[in-house]
């Protein structure tokens, strides 16, 4: 049967299907919408209790992305829309407070399962999530976990965070989906996991107990496979955990060519946890922290505060070593609803990024101020996407001088932070040479040079053919870009997809390129490549 592969491996084991518990949410009888009102406040608190308790359970288990997913869950909780939409239903309609639940959660997830945005489709799954416990609540029914005694691949609808808390996932050997998208927390937890997922297979009933072999690079679930099959797939499984050994035995060794170079490996990331991971694996330090993330999936601005806090982990976190703090490239496939951005019709070349930023001043100051201060327990240099001139970079250092400013009068320590420029728009690449002399480091975003290069949409799948990361157009501009950024001392590091592609490594190196910033995932496989290179 063949699904989406959403993350990667092989299992090999006997099928488990995780079955949620039904309802019947016109059980009861309605009370009046005051009495119904409150049995909703009663249940919101005891879902509430419970996703809290998941959340600590999954935080001492150090699956920070699970805690984190569920620490939303409880915010959304208190959404006052959410509350709203259930309330009036009671009070206008005359429902239960199960009915008002389902009939205000079956509306939400219409609307946001329409929505051409596969984020917002992944939302829609939460909504369902929250609204099932509120009503499992209402009815006073206690919530089943299946209790996994064997090694299984688990097959469900759909799983969500709490749902993946309450399993024994030692016991999971890889998820399988008949809904979800690669961004889909069942493939969120099974990446963070580091075990197959394939997610949109509808898998039949009658196979629960059959032995099956899911390959999570093509998505393909093979129910009782026969014998040459099988023997086949134990062959590749058994490969690839070798290849992972070897593998990992590179975590220690420096990342240095056969003739001597050393080129900085460092890691794309978005959160402390994530840091830690790419530490585990050997990272030299992160060459980009995606600031961002800290304004998705909310409903209001992060404060400078909370921004601190997380900025400042992440230099406890690194302990001495580089990082490398992006600020917020939002805007074009990152839309945030709270910022209430103008309807544009071509958003990849909108108001996106640094252009946001030195347009809405007063955000770009609370982020920078939450930087600086976090530079006062380490180094941490600043990023600046989407660059095109310099005009720009004096802009922003006007900025930086006002936050510094604010800082000493209000007697905050900050240390000096290195200033970088995005190369990742055609206009900067051109004008490398005068870029140099304005920042300290270049780092080269290679998915948006090439889609602005070569006028390829990076989004459209149907254009996958033409959007070749390796056009000569792509390695003028690489090689132009290091060779004005060395003129001038300024470091210059990849910070695109190109810089995990191990079939272009030696020609990059041999560019002269000083550092690498890839997934963490990509870290040992990029490190082989380099050690297994002679530059001259
Ligand atoms: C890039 O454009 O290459 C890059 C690293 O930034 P992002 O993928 O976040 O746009
Ligand atoms: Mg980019």
Redesign the pocket.
Known sequence: MQGKAVSEGIAIGVLSIYRKLAHNPGMSKYLGSVAEINRLAVARIQAKRELESLRIKASMEGNEAGASLLGSYIVMLDDPAFIDAVERRIGDRHMTAEEAVESARDRIYELFGSMDDPYMQARAEDIRDISDRVIRNLGGSVQITPNLTDDVILLAEDLTPSDTMQLNTDRVLAFVTKRGSNLSHTAIIARSMNIPAVVALDYPEGCEGKLAILDGYNGELIIDPDEATLERYRERKAELEERARILSELKSLPSVTLDGHHVGLLA?VGSAPDIKKALELGCEGIG?F?S?IFYLDRDDYPTEEEQYEAYAEAVRVLDGRELVI?TI?IG???QVPYLQMKHEDNPAMGMR?VRYCLGHKDVFRTQLRAIYRASAHGPVSILF?MIISIEEIWQIRSVINEVKASLDKDGLKYATCKIGA?I?TPAAAMISDLLAKEVDFF?????????YTLAVD?QNTELEFICDYHHEAILRFLKMTIDNGHKEGCKVCI????AADTSITADLLRMGVDEL?VTPASLLKVKQAIRGIRIS
């Open positions: 794309n980009l995606r961002e992006r490239d074009a496939d990152k990024a996407p995005m990742e780092s080269i975003g290679t998915n948006d040079l090439t889609q990076r910070c695109g997809e190109l910033s």
